[in-house]
């Protein structure tokens, strides 16, 4: 038997079921009406962001990913909770509006923005994180046009990354930003066209759970601020730490130690040098506020054996799932949590493959894992489904057509 990567700590259990904010799985179904069903808990989001504030220095502000998931109710309770949202496209641009999210409070990075997304978003107010020179002259002449002060930032391609991440996104030769050695006469550049200067956006990687090397990315960021702040010669008026924090998803994996995280930034904001004395700053995270959050439920449709392997068929699978499946960014597949969520209660009494209903061998949800004896009608639940479940996976392959959405 394989084993099940650890489930979130705040979920419970009533009549033998999974339950979430007082209520059973099967009950929330019944109010969605269908299955595959995302089901996201609000008390678990606000329980995440109390926890990043008492833990991190107050001067830190706390941005919301808006790529981890731009679920229309999460990012209203998002709006209530953190100080800035940081969109990567036109289309986000427009949820996120849609949502009643101040433009102010809006920052937005991604390669190749078109002409459009910039202009819709130099109209709106919206802070440019610039991915490259030929975007910032785009950006400048689409302002000028439009007679604006466009709001300008730097996205700063760090010459170090954050060490154990999934998804390293700094270091060496990237689309992301711009090399850290031209950023200087960029800044320039950008204040001498009279444009409204906001600062840094550093991001040097995604999904660690190593504490040591996201304190070390934290250190290396604010020295590479500084280095750039004084060899552009202006003030720095923001800067945006990047994130990076991970969650457990795979057997064996422990969450980071937030405490230890945040005491450690103070500790460094502590001695920042007169370059970044008055400067503000973030860090933008998705998957740590939002992924332990979500759950994603998918009935049981077939129960079948072959070669001697029970397989588990469900009516969802990697066409909302495609990260629990091991085919986004994953080099090894390995089991996500999952469990058969109306039988919560129950020992385990087998090993079970749940495959899901498109017909492909990559739909897999859960690998010779040990489950109770369950049966056709029964939940599965995929947890860690919060951040990636429904807004990165190929949801028209195959024709079944996109999961409902439900916040409680
Ligand atoms: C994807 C992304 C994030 C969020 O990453 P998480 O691992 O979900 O926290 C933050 N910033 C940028 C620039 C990103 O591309």
């Known amino acids: ?99 009643g999210i101040d433009p102010g409070r809006i920052s937005f990075a991604g390669p190749g923005k078109t002409d459009a997304e910039l202009r819709a978003a130099v109209a709106a107010g919206v802070t440019l994180n610039l991915e490259s020179e030929g975007e910032a002259e785009r950006a400048l002449a689409i302002a000028a046009e439009a007679g604006g002060t466009p709001k300008l930032a730097v996205r700063v391609n760090p010459d170090f990354d954050l060490k154990g991440s999934g998804m390293k996104m700094g270091g060496g030769a990237k689309p992301f930003g711009v090399d850290a050695e031209r950023v200087p006469d960029l800044v320039r550049r950008i204040i001498a066209a009279g444009a409204e200067w906001c600062g840094f956006h550093i991001f040097a990687g995604s999904q660690s759970l190593d504490n040591d090397a996201i304190i070390d990315a934290h250190a290396e960021t604010l020295r590479l601020a500084a280095r750039l702040a004084d060899q552009s010669g202006a003030a720095l008026p923001k800067c945006n730490l990047g994130g990076g924090f991970g969650i457990p998803y795979f057997p064996g994996d422990e969450p980071i130690d937030l405490p230890q995280i945040g005491a450690r930034l103070a500790e460094q904001f502590s001695v920042l040098p007169p370059s970044l004395a008055d400067t503000r700053f973030c860090i933008e995270l998705g998957r740590y506020l939002v992924g332990e959050a979500g759950i994603y439920l998918t009935r049981i449709v077939d129960r079948k054996v072959s070669h001697g392997e029970t397989y588990l068929i469900v009516d969802g699978g990697l066409h909302h799932q495609l990260a629990a499946s091991g085919n986004f960014g994953t080099v090894v597949r390995r089991n996500y949590p999952v469990a058969i969520a109306t039988r919560y209660d129950a020992p385990v009494a087998e090993a079970a493959n749940v495959v899901g209903c498109l017909c492909t061998p990559l739909d897999r949800l859960a690998d010779k894992a040990g489950f109770p004896q369950a049966a056709v009608g029964d939940l599965v639940a995929v947890f860690c489904a919060g951040a990636y479940g429904a807004s990165a996976s190929p949801a028209q392959f195959l024709g079944h057509g996109p999961a409902a959405e439900m916040l409680t």
């Open 1 to 99: 038997m394989k084993a099940l990567g650890p489930i979130p700590p705040g979920y419970a259990m009533i009549d033998g079921q999974l339950a979430i904010a007082g209520r059973t799985v099967s009950d929330l179904v019944a109010e969605a009406g269908s299955t595959p069903l995302f089901v996201y808990s609000a008390q678990h989001v606000r329980r995440r962001v109390e926890a990043l504030r008492a833990a991190m220095p107050q001067r830190l502000a706390l941005h919301f990913a808006v790529k981890a998931n731009p679920f229309g109710p999460i990012l209203s309770l998002m709006n209530e909770l953190v100080d800035g949202f940081d969109i990567a496209s036109g289309g986000e641009l427009a949820l996120v509006r849609a949502a």
